[in-house]
């Protein structure tokens, strides 16, 4: 079946680690996007790549880092510089075109 | 930046009640799509609308966009404990932006 594959669904860090979440897809999507929920919050968007090697800073882009190198993948690193990084990410992919998103079961980080 | 707001942030209903989220621009929106979000799950999408006084429905579930583009509204018949969880509002311009989201509670 095809579908998003984030990794892991959960993660516990120290204070002062980067952390890297996995995004997979294998819908042959051209874009991807990276959108983190706090609770009673909506999504707010990170980053987002609509192609290869390519891909825009979102609302709240700060502390946050990604690479776009395959058109499967599009991994998100936490970095130390993110003040507040414990929330629920989610992952969400999209055809050119196509109206709507499909989305990962999401990872939810905790930094203590 | 374009932003959608949504209310109301909660519902409590009866089981059998109606329910109506709303979600409301200051600007002419190209379409709106509604997303599902099951607790501790993912949004899934449900529906996308593009013109002007579109009405579409799924079941129970009935989607309106306004004259004017600028407001949305997703209403509920008779609600079901399957239909526990929050319903956001977005628009799409090449980048999907959320509201805040509806969380709808239905007590059996």
Redesign the interface.
Known sequence: DGGITQSPKYLFRKEGQNVTLSCEQNLNHDAMYWYRQDPGQGLRLIYYSQIVNDFQKGDIAEGYSVSREKKESFPLTVTSAQKNPTAFYLCASSHQGAWGYTFGSGTRLTVV | ?QQVM?IP?YQHVQEGEDFTTYCNSSTTLS?I?W?KQRPG?????LI?LVKSGEVKKQKRLTFQFGEAKKNSSLHITATQTTDVGTY?CAN?T????????TTLQVKP
Request: proline share 5%.
């Open positions: 930046g949504q942030q379409n799509q997303y799950g993912h949004p899934v999408f996308q956001f799409n090449g980048k999907l932006i959320f509201g805040q989201g």
